[in-house]
């Protein structure tokens, strides 16, 4: 199983949007609505952003959005602030009880 | 809010075994429709899943490193563990014990750094 594609780095000026893009299969992206996304401040643990594609955990700022187009999903996240600058991984469901994630994307806010 | 915490040794020899535990607080590892997994992440590197269990026993595993690792539960303390024998320096990362719910990972432990070396 191989990891998804993400960019390695994406950036953006405080206020802007942007959007970061996970690359799968037909094996997994592609087949279930399955896909997370997780930031990660450095020396922190990941922290739930996304679920199901496109749901926000409670607590979870509406800036953070999700979606997804045949093989790929994106995390798009608007109004951009200086606290967002972290990793951002996907990770989906493969079938048979497997999970797969991204190799990560450094945010950068300007 | 459950709460997780990863134990175990932070420096393993090369072709030695490493084991962690996970000692979960604040919620029953019983509770049905949660798994708890183990995730990894080298230096500097993305995320890798390794493992993961449901309270009953059953176990699912990346296929990459099916050959070398095993998860396991203790109810009765609240805690599930990891090994992984014949390790090796790439084997060196962050461990991470963490609960998924259905299709996502919704608690994390801080992480505990595992390192191979001689």
């Known amino acids: 199983q191989s990891a998804l594609t993400q960019p390695a780095s994406v950036s953006g000026s405080p206020g802007q949007s942007i959007t970061i893009s996970c690359t799968g299969t037909?094996?997994?992206?592609?087949?279930?609505?399955?896909v997370s996304w997780y930031q990660q401040h450095p020396g922190k643990a990941p922290k739930l952003m996304i679920y199901?594609?496109?749901k926000r955990p409670s607590g979870v700022s509406n800036r953070f959005s999700g979606s997804k187009s045949g093989y790929t999903a994106s995390l798009t996240i608007s109004g951009l602030q200086a606290e967002d600058e972290a990793d951002y991984y996907c990770?989906?469901?493969?079938?048979?009880?497997?999970?797969?994630f991204g190799g990560g994307t450094k945010l950068t806010v300007l | 809010q459950v709460q997780l915490q990863e134990s175990g040794p932070g420096l393993v020899k090369p072709s030695e075994t490493l084991s962690l535990t996970c000692t979960v607080s604040g919620g029953s590892i019983s509770r049905s429709s949660y798994y708890w997994g183990w995730i990894r992440q080298p230096p500097g590197k993305g995320l890798e899943w390794i493992g993961s269990?449901?309270?009953?026993?059953?176990?699912y595993y990346n296929p990459s490193l099916k050959s070398r690792v095993t998860i396991s539960v203790d109810t009765s303390k609240n805690q599930f563990s990891l090994k992984v024998n014949s390790v090796t320096a790439a084997d060196t990362a962050v461990y991470y014990c963490a609960r998924h719910y259905d299709s996502h990972w919704t608690d994390w432990g801080q992480g505990t750094l595992v390192t191979v070396s001689s």
């Open positions: 037909s094996s997994d992206v592609g087949s279930y609505n399955l």
């Open positions: 269990i449901y309270y009953s026993g059953s176990t």
């Open positions: 990770c989906s469901y493969a079938g048979s009880s497997v999970w797969v």
């Open positions: 199901e594609g496109s």
